[in-house]
């Protein structure tokens, strides 16, 4: 009998089906996850998936959408409300207004600007202001004003022989049109600096020793002399009652019409007058340094201050420089010995101890900035700035980090070049103080305030002579920049500007200065210069950063020398090392006002030679000044001076150029020497 061998029976699990994941198949959704810690990645898909069965796929993608995006703008509403420092809730559609006075109050500030003088410009009043009449300008502009000044006269300025190899100083009395200057500069208008400086050069005669012959340049002319004994217009007798400010806070001022009103103010050089004061103001905190020294030498080398006389010109009145001294800026009430104290600091430093020397006690003057004086001396802050608590000062709606709070004031200068340092990591703080300073002073002293980081290149005599309040554009942006600043003592002007930033928190930033200006109508009253004036190097170093890449900005014909970063003019590259010594101060940016450097607080002006060299009259504060640094190696490349760079830097150039005038082995820019 056969038998047949049973085999064993062997199951098997079925095969497992995978889901179908065609777009017209749901099983994918539905598809077993065996593995949970996937589970919450499936959520996404899961709420998905229930909108599109619920809603269809075409209203229920839509939809959700439109949840996540309310989600997220929800998340911020909150993060903005009870975790930034503004807390505060965000303006959903459009940014608020910042505007306190009412509509009637800024008229009045307008006629009172222009009743006084202080608006020299020919450019319209806004509509929005809602005058209904021209009103009288004693400064003869007839546009849009009722001209009763005299005439404006534009000289052909250039030196003749003998004097002809050096350019001649300013006509005392002169003014600058910033409305030509503003034509031959304005970005938005395609200029480039390069033209605008060849502009300047042209109509003050800089280019005296080098110009060469060109037709048709008398329309370059923007210096004018008021014509004695004529007038544009004669003015209507018309007496107007003093104007009242008053904002939201019930806060109440007169502000009486000047003396002059309807009469014409002449504008020459003698005496000083003390509402229309010829005063640079400087704010500085922390360790003096080479910065605030070079420019304070610039200031020696360029302004007409009778140095090369024995005995200043009494008709004439010296511009002065007032480096205010804040020896701690979280501080608002300095000690009973501070002013003593900030003395004894300034003789035993060796970079600030030379301005202290008699000859120049009469034009630089070393200030204590009390916070609490300073406020308290400003009748538009004296009873309110109290209020703000915590809040005192802001920046762009924004408080100080708390991380500055314990840093140290000042940036050490590193002669190796490897400080540390960065824009984005010195101490904050005296730089919002500082916005908050230059609106004080200016407001309560009149004159104009710069910051430390700039270097004066030419006399001042025709900006003075113009008469109305102006700042600077912030390169090719919609926005001021407040590093130089001028405002009339006194002024409507300023007490609008402070009253309003008063109600933002003491927020004196630039941006949010713009705000105020804009929303208010008054930009026109402080008149936005172009950047080739004080900021010549700023478009070629600025750009655009864009989705699709970086615009760099009219960097197709730069001006000289050629920056395309502000670190240049401390560590000038190879490629352009040769200029700086053959062309000298003459060849850097020559025809504008200031040269900006913007912060670089940390890198020496002269890594080889970094101590005040000014001779024998000044051998202690050289002794100091080689004494501190007898332990520190500056590296650089040698070159065919031993123990000197090999090509020097176009910071060092400058620096040595003035002090060579104060050794007396030169003469200043105007070929003038000093007198000791």
């Known amino acids: 009998m056969l038998t047949r061998a049973i085999s064993p029976v062997t199951y098997h699990d079925p095969p497992t089906r995978l889901p179908r994941t065609d777009s017209f198949s749901d ?28 809603f269809g796929r075409r209203q229920g993608p839509a939809l959700l959408c439109l949840c996540c995006l309310a989600l997220f703008f929800a998340s911020y509403v909150l993060h903005r409300r009870f975790l930034s420092t503004e807390q505060a809730w965000p303006s959903p559609f459009r940014r608020p207004n910042t505007v306190v006075f009412e509509k009637d109050e800024l008229r009045k500030i307008w006629e009172w600007e222009v009743w006084a003088g ?7 009043i806004p509509v929005q202001i809602g005058l209904v009449y021209a009103p009288t300008n004693p400064d003869g502009v007839v546009q849009h004003t009722f001209g009763s000044g005299p005439k404006r006269i534009y000289p052909d300025i250039l030196n003749k022989p003998p004097l002809h190899g050096h350019p001649p100083r300013p006509i005392p009395g002169s003014a600058a049109d910033l409305d030509r200057i503003f034509q031959q500069c304005n970005y938005d208008d395609g200029k480039y600096v390069r033209d605008c400086h060849e502009y300047l050069r042209i109509g003050a005669g800089l280019d005296d020793s080098v110009r060469l012959r060109r037709e048709d340049v008398e329309h370059l002319r923007y210096v004018f002399i008021p014509e004695e004994g004529s007038h544009s217009a004669t003015p209507p007798p018309l007496v107007q009652p003093p104007v009242k400010l008053r904002t939201t806070d019930n806060w109440e001022r007169d502000l009486t019409v000047p003396p002059h009103l309807h009469t014409h103010h002449k504008r020459d050089s003698s005496p000083c007058n003390e509402d229309d004061a010829r005063i640079f103001h400087m704010f500085w905190a922390g360790p003096f340094t080479d910065k605030p020294y070079m420019a304070l030498l610039a200031f020696l080398f360029t302004q007409n201050l009778g140095l090369d006389l024995d005995e200043p010109d009494p008709t004439y009145c010296r511009p002065q420089l007032w480096l205010w001294i804040s020896r701690r800026p979280g501080d608002p009430m300095p000690s009973l010995t501070a002013h003593e104290e900030m003395l004894a600091d300034l003789r035993a430093n060796a970079w600030a101890s030379p301005f202290l020397h008699p000859r120049f006690k009469d034009i630089i003057r070393f200030r204590l900035w009390n916070t609490t004086e300073q406020l308290d001396g400003v009748p538009e802050l004296k009873n309110e700035w109290r209020n703000l608590g915590k809040d005192f000062l802001r920046s762009e709606n924004k408080k100080p980090r708390v991380e500055d709070a314990t840093k140290t004031v000042g940036s050490p200068v590193s002669l190796d070049g490897n400080s540390g340092e960065t824009h984005n990591s010195y101490n904050k703080v005296p730089v919002i103080l500082s916005d908050l300073v230059r609106f004080v002073l200016c407001h309560r002293f009149g004159g104009v305030y710069l910051d430390v980081d700039m270097l004066f290149l030419r006399d ?23 590093a130089v600043l001028r405002l009339r003592r006194g002024s409507a002007l300023g007490s609008f500007l402070i009253r309003t930033a008063l109600a933002h928190g003491l927020d004196f930033h630039p941006t949010s200065v713009t705000r105020y200006l804009k929303d208010a109508h008054m930009s026109e009253l402080l008149y936005r210069v172009p950047d080739a004036l004080f900021d010549p190097s700023w478009q070629a170093c600025d750009l655009v950063k864009h989705w699709w890449g970086i615009e760099y900005i009219r960097r197709e014909r730069p001006p000289q020398p050629f920056f395309t970063d502000f670190d240049q003019f401390f560590n000038t590259p190879d490629v352009m090392s040769a200029s700086p010594s053959v062309v000298g101060f003459n060849g850097f940016f020559r025809g504008a006002y200031l040269y900006h450097y913007h912060n670089e607080w940390w890198k020496p002006f002269d890594r080889a030679r970094y101590w005040p060299d000014l001779g024998p009259r000044f051998e202690d504060a050289e002794r100091m000044g080689r004494s501190a640094v007898a332990n520190l190696n500056a590296t650089y490349p040698s070159g065919l ?35 000791w």
């Open 460 to 482: 001042w005599e025709e900006l003075w002579g113009w008469s109305g309040s102006f700042s600077y554009r912030w390169s090719h942006e919609d926005r001021y920049n407040t």
């Open 118 to 124: 202080h608006y020299p410009s020919t450019r319209p």
């Open 27 to 54: 099983e994918f959704y539905h598809a077993p996850r065996r593995n949970s810690r996937w589970a919450l990645l499936s959520i996404p898909v899961i709420v998905y998936k229930t909108t599109v069965s619920r």
């Open 641 to 675: 001076v031993a123990q000197d760079k090999r090509d020097l830097d176009w910071s060092t150039v400058l620096k040595r150029t003035f002090e060579a005038y104060i050794r007396g082995e030169r003469p200043n820019m105007y070929g003038e020497w000093i007198r």
